[in-house]
């Protein structure tokens, strides 16, 4: 089992151009999640899915669009990059034990995917 | 606003030493807590969960909770240099969907010297 896969591991943009960062997880769980993490403001949340067809803004979603294209791939696009854009992103899928009183959230993440933008 | 803070370190602990890190919530209603490592240039890793007031204790780690005092801690027994990484601390409701969405805090640096 890969996990959570994210392509590409590395690109640079100029700024205006465009670009989709790709998820995919063979972990067959429904909630998905990119986040952004910059040095000094640690992980913040651009967009989730909780479940095939929904998607949900977080806390820094200007700038960013998403796609749950199915259960398995979550994309985030940037339409028009900005060097403010310049960080590390991770794509994550999260765990959801249904018993009969408590879920329990656990998070995995993808490898990231270094982003500079000109 | 739900929060999770963490001192940002460094934490600096010799070899073998006993490493202490720190975590408090501010949302009353999160019931499950999560410990992260990230190494330089990787991506975060589930090293331990802790759901109930108490110590869990997995290897070398072990995860404190108290609900009371809104406060989480993970102990590192003899600390070697390759635990020296990065430390998030996450919180959350257990819900499905939304709501069940992690916090995270910004991590602790733990530094293990020789």
């Known amino acids: 089992n890969a996990g959570v896969t994210q392509t590409p591991k590395f690109q640079v943009l100029k700024t205006g151009q465009s670009m989709t960062l790709q998820c995919a997880q063979d972990m067959n769980h429904n909630s998905m999640y990119w986040y952004r993490q910059d040095p000094g403001m640690g992980l913040r949340l651009i967009y989730y899915?909780?479940?095939?067809?929904?998607?949900d803004k977080g806390e820094v979603p200007n700038g960013y669009n998403v796609s749950r294209l199915n259960k398995r791939e979550f994309s985030l696009r940037l339409e028009s990059a900005a060097p403010s854009q310049t960080s590390v992103y991770f794509c994550?899928?999260?765990?959801?034990?249904?018993?009969?009183?408590?879920?329990?959230?656990?998070?995995?993440f993808g490898p990231g995917t270094r982003l500079t933008v000109l | 606003q739900k929060e999770v803070e963490q001192n940002s370190g460094p934490l600096s602990v010799p070899e073998g030493a006993i490493a202490s890190l720190n975590c408090t919530y501010s949302d009353r209603g999160s019931q499950s807590f999560f410990w992260y490592r990230q190494y330089s240039g990787k991506s975060p890793e589930l090293i331990m969960s802790?759901?109930?007031?108490g110590d869990k204790e997995d290897g070398r780690f072990t995860a404190q909770l108290n609900k009371a005092s809104q406060y989480v801690s993970l102990l590192i027994r003899d600390s070697q240099p390759s635990d020296s990484a990065t430390y998030l601390c996450a919180g959350g409701r257990n819900y499905g969907g939304s709501q069940g969405n992690l916090i995270f805090g910004k991590g602790t640096k733990l530094s293990v010297k020789p």
């Open positions: 899915s909780a479940s095939e067809g929904t998607t």
């Open positions: 994550a899928t999260q765990t959801e034990f249904s018993g009969v009183y408590r879920i329990y959230n656990e998070q995995f």
């Open positions: 802790i759901y109930s007031n």
